[in-house]
């Protein structure tokens, strides 16, 4: 299957800092997901991605799709302690079939 | 509006034997996946069900099988259970076959498997 790797695997930051994670993978897609998953639950979609270059935003979070196709990148702004939880790429050449990457755990101290 | 719903929260088997996991989809979505997902990694893509037919699968052994019900709800069913099947089963949905980027997933089945 397609190799995800997401990097880094955990952060622990303080309240208010940037945080940056990455994701590169072995081949190229076609669209770039990032989910974030709390204890308990199941993945909830946080920003997708179609298009190469393509920069979005939600909120403090913002995502770009690189321009190789072969990566992508998150950032959080001025973090809170709510940020708190495992965040995962995942990207797909088609739209039926997504492979995600290992996850960052992100730890915010208030 | 209800999301998507997996049951049972937990449960626990033993090797060799055989375990069916359940899944209704969020309201109005009519395709339902299954994916794996093992300590400390990503969710793997299992197989996915659209209009009662298995459509797309992932890497995994014919010890892994599904079915779809004409409500869209599914079901996960492992046989010959190993210890490696020990893993949070996730069931996500979306509408239409598709549209697995917009697709919403349900809490997750925990497996574990002595």
């Known amino acids: 299957g397609q190799q995800l790797n997401q990097s880094p695997q955990s952060m622990f930051i303080q309240e208010g800092e940037d945080v940056s994670m990455n994701c590169t993978s072995s081949?190229?897609?076609?669209?770039w997901l990032w989910y974030k998953q709390e204890p308990g639950e199941g993945p909830v979609l946080l920003i997708a991605?179609?298009?190469?270059?393509e920069l979005t935003s939600n909120g403090r979070l913002t995502a770009q799709f690189g321009i190789t196709r072969k990566d992508s990148f998150l950032n959080i702004s001025a973090s809170i302690p709510s940020d708190v939880g495992i965040y995962f790429c995942?990207?797909?050449?088609?739209?039926?079939?997504?492979?995600f990457g290992s996850g960052t755990k992100l730890n915010v101290k208030p | 509006d209800a999301g998507v719903t997996q049951s049972p929260t937990h449960l626990i088997k033993t090797r060799g034997q055989q375990v069916t996991l359940r899944c209704s989809p969020k309201?109005?979505?009519?395709?339902v996946s299954w994916y794996q997902q093992a300590l400390g990694q990503g969710p793997q893509f299992i197989f996915q069900y659209y209009e009662e037919e298995e459509r797309q699968r992932g890497n995994f052994p014919d010890r892994f099988s599904g079915h779809q019900f004409p409500n869209y709800s599914s079901e996960l069913n492992v046989n010959a259970l190993l210890l490696g099947d020990s893993a949070l089963y996730l069931c996500?949905?979306?509408?239409?076959?598709?549209?697995?980027?917009?697709?919403?997933f349900g809490p997750g089945t925990r497996l574990t498997v002595l």
């Open positions: 995942a990207g797909a050449y088609n739209f039926n079939k997504f492979y």
């Open positions: 996500a949905s979306s509408l239409g076959q598709g549209a697995q980027d917009t697709q919403y």
């Open positions: 309201s109005g979505h009519d395709t």
């Open positions: 081949s190229i897609f076609n669209t």
């Open positions: 991605l179609y298009k190469a270059g």
